[in-house]
């Protein structure tokens, strides 16, 4: 079935370092979306990416979407410790519309 | 507000003994879908729903049951929990409308425990 490759699964930096999540597919993706998971919490929505080679920012995040459609990355800037969480792409599957498959996600920890 | 919520928040229950965990959503949309969230493993997906009335496998969905006869319910059933469903499992749903996707809103989440 389909799969999402998302790396690293954890990263550690020290706060004001700048982070970056991939997320790979073997498969052309039509759309694909970001969401963060706090501790404790429950997944929120962040982006959703559609075109080819898009770029998208929300003030220190910046989310690709590859000119292939195959893959995606999140960076952030100048990290801070309220950026703490997991981090998980989410390209809609094949042939289901609105139907989400979830990268296994990246868990960012910030040291102040 | 626009909400999902999930019923119980929490739950410890023996092998064997039948359980259902609610999830409502007030936004009247179409989609509804079941996760659950191992460490390692991240979200993989139980059941989900197009509409009322249709409902499909997702990737890991033996021991469980669901059924979507009204739009804003999706119970998750368990009829004979076992150990190893142990998890944290989230209720999700969002509208579907037209080309493009739209996002997820999820619950709060119910962890289960199972010995």
């Known amino acids: 079935g389909q799969q999402v490759m998302q790396i690293p699964q954890y990263q550690h930096v020290q706060e004001g370092e700048d982070f970056t999540t991939y997320c790979n597919s073997s498969?052309?993706?039509?759309?694909i979306q970001w969401y963060k998971q706090r501790p404790g919490g429950h997944p929120v929505f962040l982006i959703q990416?559609?075109?080819?080679?898009e770029v998208k920012k929300q003030k220190r995040l910046t989310f690709q979407f590859g000119e292939a459609k195959k893959n995606s990355s999140l960076h952030i800037t100048a990290t801070q410790t309220t950026d703490v969480g997991t981090y998980f792409c989410?390209?809609?599957?094949?042939?289901?519309?609105?139907?989400?498959?979830f990268g296994k996600g990246t868990k960012l920890s910030v040291k102040p | 507000e626009a909400q999902v919520t999930q019923n119980p928040r929490y739950l410890i229950t023996v092998t064997g003994k039948k359980l259902t965990v609610t999830c409502s959503q007030n936004?009247?949309?179409?989609?509804m879908s079941w996760y659950r969230q191992d460490p390692g493993l991240g979200l993989r997906q139980i059941y989900y729903?197009?509409?009322?009335?249709?409902?499909d496998k997702g990737d890991v969905p033996e021991g469980y049951k669901v059924s979507r006869k009204e739009k804003r319910n999706f119970p998750l059933i368990l009829e004979s929990p076992s150990p190893n469903q142990t998890s944290l499992y989230f209720c999700?749903?969002?509208?579907?409308?037209?080309?493009?996707?739209?996002?997820?809103?999820f619950g709060p989440g119910t962890r289960l425990t199972v010995t």
């Open positions: 990416l559609v075109k080819s080679g």
């Open positions: 936004m009247n949309h179409e989609y």
């Open positions: 989410a390209p809609e599957r094949g042939g289901s519309q609105g139907n989400l498959i």
């Open positions: 729903s197009m509409n009322v009335e249709v409902t």
């Open positions: 498969t052309t993706l039509s759309n």
């Open positions: 999700a749903s969002s509208p579907l409308a037209g080309v493009v996707g739209y996002e997820q809103y």
